[in-house]
């Protein structure tokens, strides 16, 4: 029976972690996929080199109302697709080889399921290790959809490497995925309908900004909220039958509705490790599972089920395990995320609904882009900063920034929120560029 002293289950946030500090320790990795994980492979990489290509797209076409006479022609899917997955691949393929050559590392290209106390099964091999990582990531779910079962669909595992770019495409779901991956197809060219049982798109975001994003979809795509699929039958294409009473003939499906932890499918509590009702893995706040010597990371542990999440804890990880006497914790109040559809979103701390559902007294102001110099000058009519401030600490409870470059702007909020600036140190300590961007950012502050 092979013995390690470091096991990681999952290469993708797990793969960092192996360093320098390790070259003499005996370590293994389990992936029965792709180096790179979920992130690098069929996740927030491909999907933004997609969102930068549609970007390209919408410019081409909105230019002419600024003056610019261009045109969108078609999008050459096969060259956009290939050029993509011909950059990434071989990424994955490098790390594989690289994790061979390194003599004290062994890599079991199997799925690992636990058996026992830090013993895992690995295609019929049992395996025992000092220490195990479980970075085992998540999985799209499957809803229960009537006429789901049996028929081909994609999901964001393999609709970004599709043959062709689909004529009509039919998106089930209304979270960042389905945002992202409308944006990318109608703004290639292909007719978009997205079916969501919600009333707005993104759930759990902060109400304003989804009202913003849903209405600026509602104009472009064909959008069914309050709307479940009732029938749906393939015939080579889909014809599907929706609770609205309409009809959508599609080429392909892409289900978009939401991920669900993988620990189930490591049969983690063989092991001792606990998992909370929704099925992530618990850990205390260094990171330890409930199973002596087993550590988790990333969306095996976490609903937020984000990269940069995922990052910070594997260096967590990575410290804890060679300095046991040093502990150190991962910080999750204040956790920034980012879905890039058009419009962009940055967002950080709480929403205002949360606010007012904890009862808690705060500040708002929302500055929009057009009253902005460069937001003017761009022409933009939908966008805007929001921010909520404690009124006796006026320290900044959270902001969400709907529009252009959003992800970009909402970082100096995140690092004020994040040290613990008052809203009125963050507008005024600092001189912001004009006619920049970040005046968005200083006016909504201002404002409060
Ligand atoms: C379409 C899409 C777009 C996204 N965009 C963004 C974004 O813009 N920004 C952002 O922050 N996040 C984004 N995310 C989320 C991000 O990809 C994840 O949060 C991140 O990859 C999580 O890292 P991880 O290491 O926990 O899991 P993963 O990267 O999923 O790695 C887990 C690995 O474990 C392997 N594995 C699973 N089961 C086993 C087993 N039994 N044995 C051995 N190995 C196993 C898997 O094959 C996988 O390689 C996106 C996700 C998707 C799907």
Known sequence: MAHHDLLIIGAGSGNSIIGPEHDDWDVAIAEPWSFGGTCMNRGCIP??????????????????????????QRADWHAIRNRIF?????????????????????VYEHSARFTGERTVDLAGQEVTAERIVVAAGARTVVPDVPGLAGTPFRTSDDVMRLDDLPERLVILGGGFIAAEMA??????????????RGDMLLRGADEDVRRCLTDTYVDRMDVH????????????????LLSDGSTLRADQLLVATGRRPNGDLLEVDRAGIAVDERGYV???????TTAEGVWALGDVTNPRQLKHTANAEARIVAHNLTDPDDLR????????HAVFGHPQIGSVGYTEQQLVDAGRPYLVATRHYADTAYGW???DTTGFAKVLADPDTRLLLGAHIVG???PTLIQQLIQGIAVGLTVDRMAHDQLYIHPAMPELVEQALLDL
């Open 329 to 336: 914790s991962v910080d999750r109040r204040f956790t920034p």
């Open 404 to 406: 252009p470059q959003a």
């Open 377 to 379: 000058a761009m022409e």
């Open 47 to 72: 999907s933004k080199m997609l969102v930068h290509a549609a970007d390209l797209a919408l410019s081409a076409r909105r230019a002419p109302a600024l003056g610019v006479h261009t045109t969108f």
């Open 225 to 240: 909220l309050g709307t479940t699929i009732t029938e749906l039958d393939h015939d080579g294409t889909y014809e599907i």
């Open 282 to 288: 618990t850990t205390d706040s260094h990171l330890r």
């Open 86 to 106: 011909g950059r990434i691949d071989p990424i994955a393929a490098a790390g594989l080889e690289y994790r061979h050559s390194l003599a004290n590392v062994t």
């Open 183 to 196: 944006h990318v197809f109608d703004g290639l060219g292909s007719r978009v309908s997205i079916v969501h």
